[in-house]
């Protein structure tokens, strides 16, 4: 009988737990069922082994971050939602790294996460159509969108900005060399 309580949700967010304290890594059936209190078995009743878990981890971190960019750009156009946006996902990296570790780099390609990624993307193009950019262009706008943010994010998750200069700082900079990138790409 499953224990009261535990279901696949409760199962993720455990896991979540585990993410956070431990890092992406550490994530196990067992570290899981050792926080939540059952044996190890008796979570198969709610997923289907560590790939299915990992995988469900991923949905949920690509969800709350797709939340974070929503509530981001609601309500705001052009430059300024722009670079709301990605001081958001910045935000939500460095104050999450581990979570933010436990998603692929690829996940639209796994059918488990389209969805949630579809999400997140859809929110980076609605943010973007201000610029009226269409085919490749509003895909590579995308891309240099998610690397900004990513590649920041990653080099100062893992105290990789030794420097003096303030790192807000840097992060300023290059947002305006990508709100840059975005107005010349319009005019094109």
């Known amino acids: 009988m499953p224990r009261a ?7 993720v967010t455990a896991a979540l737990a585990v993410v956070d304290r431990d890092g992406a890594a550490a994530l196990t ?12 078995p008796s979570l198969y009743k709610h997923v289907g082994g560590l790939a299915e878990l990992r ?6 971190v690509l969800r709350e971050m797709a939340d ?5 750009v609601l309500g705001r156009s052009g430059d300024d939602a722009v670079t709301v946006l990605m001081r958001q996902l910045r935000h939500y990296a ?27 993307i859809g929110v980076f193009a609605a943010t973007l159509r201000h610029y009226a950019l269409e085919g490749s262009a ?3 706008a995308i891309r ?6 990513h590649g920041f994010s990653s080099i100062e998750s893992s ?13 300023s900079h290059l947002i305006e060399m990508y709100l840059s990138y975005l107005h010349n790409a319009q005019e094109q």
């Open 159 to 171: 105290a990789g900005f030794g420097m003096a200069e303030s790192p807000d700082d840097t992060f």
């Open 94 to 120: 460095v104050e999450h790294p581990a979570r933010y570790a436990a998603m692929p780099a690829d996940p639209q390609h796994d059918p488990a996460l389209a969805n949630a990624s579809g999400a997140l």
């Open 5 to 11: 309580g535990l279901n696949e949700e409760a199962v």
């Open 29 to 40: 059936l067992a570290s899981v069922a050792a926080l939540v209190g059952v044996a190890t």
């Open 55 to 60: 995988s469900l981890v991923a949905n949920r």
């Open 138 to 140: 509003a895909i590579h």
């Open 68 to 72: 974070v960019a929503t509530a981001a």
């Open 144 to 149: 240099c969108l998610r690397v900004i943010v």
